[in-house]
């Protein structure tokens, strides 16, 4: 069995810090990451592979260093790596990616035919959650998205059933390979690369792939050329023009500010007042 | 998402410059449509704030508004149309076939493409639910156009007559405007209560199209076993609460927590909190409020030990009345929030509860 | 797990990097673990980079290493809470290239550094903490780390893992660290226009400035100041010894707001963004305080050993010093074919005597307990040298004569004749 692993290096929004004194938030040198929500598709790939003796292709598209990215995912057990990085692949949103990704694994198809694709539930840079099912379309492959566990999967049939999340409830899902499948949060922890592993990992040679290496056949559809969307502005949201007004009392004691506070509430609102009765206890 | 890792925004003339000519074939597209999510017998609220707002940008176009309801054949289904009507729509695009019982990417694909193929509407908007991204990105690739996700405000840029979506980026910080040139339909998700609920005209009426669907059972290769419900358990409604109370890191210790439960207790409220807090798992994330979880808009928020921060702003800045309670005076919170005391939440808390508490008997006496 | 390296080469900073790279530069088989995600994600500096020290390691860096700005102009402040009296060096031939000097960003210059290590043909691992030392008896033979199958051998370990080194300290090397031998530093990195930090330092084509200060800015606690000029940037920090700090109670972040709105500091770093906030242990002990620096297959290179000049706010230039002595050493034994014993590893301290490195490290060694003890220098003088220099400059219609008349006098009473030759002499004792 073949998996393909389709991952992303992000910057890590979560490295953010606040000043102590300012309160403000701190962005400058943040360091790129993989995808977090790819690395729970690749462990779920990889508990494939320990089961069923599959072999892991990672696959990403972006600059050239996403080679870190590719390595982490090496060191934890992946087989294989493909860097599809080019100049001609910039500035590519969701459509434009998916036509990249979707022509790379065509072209990973030919060495060993592809049973299951994974990636994430949605990037935390992007969040739009729409590559996976981009790829499956142009791919044609059945796609299972919001996957929470990985139920049965029988080689001979061809078949793999799924739990799938929905609104209120869990759906069952049972579909024929090859298939993509996209992996909720949560649903498993990251094991540890060995020192071997890590050894290994730095030492794998990737393969990187140009738009040529990587079977582009029609240039208009990658980059940003190939890209529906486009950024036409970037902003900071305005601020309300009404700042808060600050509840101050002579005493500064808790109780008479607590009463100045309903006090004022309920007179400007009075109509709230009328809604904590209705609900209070 | 343009991919903004590899580049700065990309210099190009902003999209409203210049006048834009659109391909004869992508301008005869007209018309604004909202996608109608419904399982097992419910529509999911989004798809009614989705007619409000789609309702806006009709009128700006001058075109129709019209719902899409693929379903199986019944009662609910066409319950759903009038429903649509009542809630701004011009007309019902209207699927009926066994095989669309329970949501399948494959059939529902098939669905919106062939209704979009046929009678190409202008803009298409869909709910952000996990049935919706399913959905939306599948039908953007099939369809070869444009997708925006996530979107915070949806515009009409006059000089082109096309749709100016609007979505954080960067973390959150910032926001962005994305526009779809030249390709036909432009398609948004928004997420659910971002957009307010519309109001709701019982004498509306509209018309209905039909369309068949072309898919047989033993077409559609991914088949479903079985629904699982949820176990009833203790899971907020904060989207739909109409007072809430948060709090924050600002609360310093999980055990200080327990009076933001001791406030909502007295209001009848919900209890929300911010990312960091429920990364330390203080409380469930069903009960985060913000840029990556739920957005509110609630009568009265209560936001305790809570910064401000632009993340957690854009979850809860639909709120009618907020309070903000914070020790430091200079907290961004207070740049927007209804009322505020600088001080410490765990003082001022218990001074609160009490004081409502109290103001409560009294009502209850007086009335 | 049996792979075997020539060396071991534990952190990814600057003394890390200078081995690695001297190492495999030769052909030695070469391994470097770093903590961090990634090389330089633990490191905080100033940062100042001393060309001298990296030239001898890589004589091209200049070619593509990230640089900020050349140093041209060294400003000298001691600072009273309104005032300061200052020295200024600018020369010309600073500005003519090759550069003596440059203000760096480490988190870009880091990672460039350790590509460098890599492509001389160095294994790079990062994200593992080595945990312990592998011991034979007495000698060192590899290390382990937190991964499972971690354990790797190698001739030489060596250790060049900071400030913070508890694998020095876990092997007994050496002793807890006093907090009178580190120093807690903070430091703010605030965004301006090119144009603006070229106009208000008064240089221009990328040209920097250097600023250290000293005197009330550290509220009597022994410590100094710094602002440097980066290319659209300004870095300005504040360190004091650590046993300072837990004496005062004062919180560092709280010591750099009051230096930011001194009136001499807040107009130079006016109008800038505040982006980036961090914190670091800075090795303040200088010779005395000094672990012993190698031993039976190991060594010690950089801040782990100590190697900080703290007069001359030098650190990075010793560690990459020290860390390629530290390869030199272990280039020879290979080609000698002798064994990593203390005795034939302890040419590594000959090569540090013969250096400016234990040269300038022996010359200030008096320094820290001599001032431990005068707090005056960084309370009393600066304010007394400021006052001075105000009475002198003032034109008041009071006679000269008079003014140096009551400066005597104003030294005298704060400090008596005693004090002031005593004073005298402790600073001469400190830096002879």
Redesign the interface.
């Known amino acids: 069995m073949h998996i393909v692993v389709c991952i992303k290096q992000v910057p890590d929004s979560a490295q953010i810090?606040v000043?102590?004194?300012?309160n403000?938030i701190?962005?400058?040198?943040v360091?790129a990451?993989v995808n977090p929500y790819d690395l729970v598709a690749l462990e779920e790939a990889l508990r494939l592979k320990d089961r069923y003796q599959a072999r892991v292709t990672v696959l990403t598209m972006g600059p050239p260093q996403a080679e870190?990215a590719l390595r982490k995912a090496l060191s934890f057990g992946a087989d294989e790596a493909i860097l599809l990085t080019d100049r001609a692949f910039a500035g590519a949103d969701t459509l434009a990616t998916s036509y990249a990704l979707a022509a790379a694994i065509k072209q990973i198809q030919k060495d060993m035919p592809v049973d299951l694709v994974f990636a994430g539930k949605q990037t935390i840079d992007g969040d739009t959650a729409q590559v996976g099912p981009g790829i499956a379309v142009r791919l044609g492959l059945q796609m299972l998205t919001y996957v929470c566990k990985i139920e049965a999967l029988d080689l001979d049939k061809r078949e793999i059933s799924v739990q799938r999340r929905a609104e209120g409830g869990v759906q069952v899902l049972k579909t024929r390979l090859p298939a993509l499948i996209t992996v909720l949060e949560g649903i498993n922890e990251m094991r540890?690369?060995?020192?071997?592993d890590?050894?290994r990992a730095?030492?794998h040679p990737l393969k990187v792939w140009d738009k040529d290496a990587a079977g582009i056949e029609d240039t208009a559809k990658i980059g940003l050329k190939g890209s529906p969307t486009v950024v036409s502005k970037v902003f900071a949201p305005t601020p309300r023009t009404q700042k808060a007004e600050i509840v101050q009392t002579q005493s500064d004691q808790p109780s008479d500010l607590a009463a100045t506070l309903l006090a004022k509430l309920f007179t400007k609102y009075p109509q709230l007042q009328a809604e904590i009765g209705r609900r209070a206890s | 998402m343009n991919d903004t890792t590899t580049q700065t925004p990309p210099a190009r003339k902003p999209a409203g410059r210049r006048k834009f000519e659109l391909d004869a074939r992508l301008a005869a597209y007209k018309g604004v449509w909202v996608f109608i999510e419904h399982e097992r017998g419910a529509a999911h609220s989004v798809s009614w704030e989705l007619l409000g707002e789609g309702r806006k940008l009709a009128d700006k176009l001058g075109v129709e508004l019209g719902a899409v309801v693929p379903g199986a054949p019944g009662e609910n289904t066409r319950k759903f149309c009038v429903e649509a009507f009542q809630y701004g729509a011009d007309l019902c695009y209207l699927i009926e076939d066994p095989v669309l019982a329970e949501y399948r990417n494959q059939s529902y694909t098939k669905a919106l493409t062939d209704l979009v193929n046929k009678h190409q509407p202008e803009i298409l908007l869909l709910g952000a639910t996990t049935l919706g991204r399913d959905l939306a990105g599948s039908v953007a690739t099939t369809l070869q156009t444009g997708l925006t996700a996530d979107c915070t405000e949806l515009n009409i840029d006059m000089e082109n007559r096309s749709l100016a979506a609007t979505r954080p980026t960067f973390g959150g910080s910032l926001l962005c405007t994305i526009v779809t040139l030249n390709y036909r339909p432009q398609m948004a998700t928004v997420r659910p209560r971002v957009m307010a609920m519309p109001a709701r005209d019982e004498t509306r009426t509209g018309r209905i199209v039909e369309h068949p669907l072309g898919l047989v059972e033993t077409d559609i290769v991914t088949k479903v076993l079985e629904f699982i419900p949820d176990e009833r358990r203790d899971t907020a409604n904060l989207p739909f609460a109409d007072i809430i109370v948060a709090g924050g890191r600002g609360m310093k210790r999980p055990e200080n927590f327990q009076l933001i439960w001791d406030l909502a207790k007295v209001l009848g409220a919900e209890v929300g909190a911010t990312r960091p807090v429920v990364q330390a798992g203080w409380v469930g994330a069903d009960r985060q409020v913000g840029q990556s979880g739920k957005t509110v808009r609630p009568k009265l928020y209560i936001a305790v030990g809570i910064s401000g921060a632009v993340q957690h702003r854009v979850g809860m800045e639909g709120s009618d009345v907020v309070i903000a309670i914070n020790q430091d005076p200079g907290a961004p919170i207070f740049d927007f929030a209804t009322y505020g005391i600088v001080g410490n939440a765990m003082q001022i808390v218990p001074a609160l509860i009490e004081a409502f508490r109290q103001h409560l008997a009294t009502a209850k006496l007086a009335s | 797990?049996t792979?075997k390296f020539d060396a071991i080469v534990v952190g990814a900073g600057p003394a890390g990097n200078a081995a690695a790279y001297t190492m495999a530069k030769a052909g030695l088989k070469v391994l470097q673990i770093e903590r961090g995600?990634?090389p330089g994600?633990k490191n905080v500096q100033g940062a100042i980079l001393y060309a001298d020290a990296l030239e001898k390691i890589i004589p091209d860096f200049r070619d593509d290493a990230p640089l900020e700005r050349h140093l041209i102009e060294q400003r000298v402040w001691v600072l009273d809470d309104e005032s300061y009296v200052g020295t200024t060096y600018r020369s010309n031939d600073f500005n003519k290239p090759p550069y003596n000097r440059y203000t760096i960003?480490r988190?870009q210059f880091d990672k460039w550094y350790s590509k460098k290590v890599q492509e001389a043909g160095a294994?790079?691992?990062c994200e593992?903490t080595v945990t312990d030392l592998h011991m034979d008896g007495d000698r060192v033979v590899g290390v382990k780390?937190d991964?499972?199958?971690?354990?790797?051998y190698a001739d030489v370990v060596i250790l060049a893992d900071g400030v913070n080194s508890l694998l020095a300290r876990k092997a007994g090397f050496h002793e807890e660290l006093k907090p009178k031998d580190v120093a807690l530093a903070v430091k703010?990195?605030h965004f301006l226009p090119e144009q603006t930090i070229e106009s208000r330092f008064n240089v221009a084509d990328n040209a920097g400035v250097v600023i250290e200060m000293a005197g009330k800015i550290t509220k009597g606690m022994i410590g100094t100041g710094f602002l440097y000029t980066n290319k659209e940037s300004l870095t300005i920090g504040v360190g004091c010894l650590l046993s300072e700090f837990k004496k005062q109670g004062v919180a560092p972040?709280?010591l750099l707001?009051q230096m930011k709105a001194h009136p001499a500091i807040k107009p130079l770093i006016e109008g800038g963004e505040?982006?980036?906030?961090t914190a670091h242990l800075i090795p303040e002990g200088g010779y005395h305080a000094m672990p012993p620096l190698c031993g039976e297959g190991w060594m010690i290179a950089g801040d782990a050993g100590m190697f900080v000049n703290s007069v001359h706010r030098e650190g990075s230039n010793l560690a990459m010093t020290t860390g390629q002595l530290a390869a030199e050493t272990v280039i020879e034994l290979k080609n000698e074919n002798k064994p990593f014993t203390a005795k034939h590893l302890a040419r590594y301290r000959e090569k540090l005597d013969a250096s400016f490195v234990m040269k300038d490290l022996k010359k200030y060694k008096r320094l820290p307990a001599i001032f431990e003890k005068s707090h005056q220098f960084f309370t009393t003088y600066p304010e007394l040298v400021n006052r001075a220099a105000h009475t002198m400059i003032a034109v008041d219609g009071v006679d000269k004569k008079s003014k140096e008349r009551a400066i005597r006098r104003s030294f005298l009473s704060a400090r008596s004749w005693k004090g002031l030759m005593g004073d005298a002499f402790k600073l001469w004792r400190a830096f002879e």
């Open positions: 810090r000043h102590p004194v300012t403000t701190m962005r400058q040198g360091p990451i870190t540890f690369a060995t020192m071997p890590m050894f730095a030492r | 797990m792979e995600e990634y994600s960003i988190a294994l790079v691992i593992t780390t991964r499972t199958g971690g354990s790797i703010e990195i972040y709280a707001e505040m982006k980036e906030y």
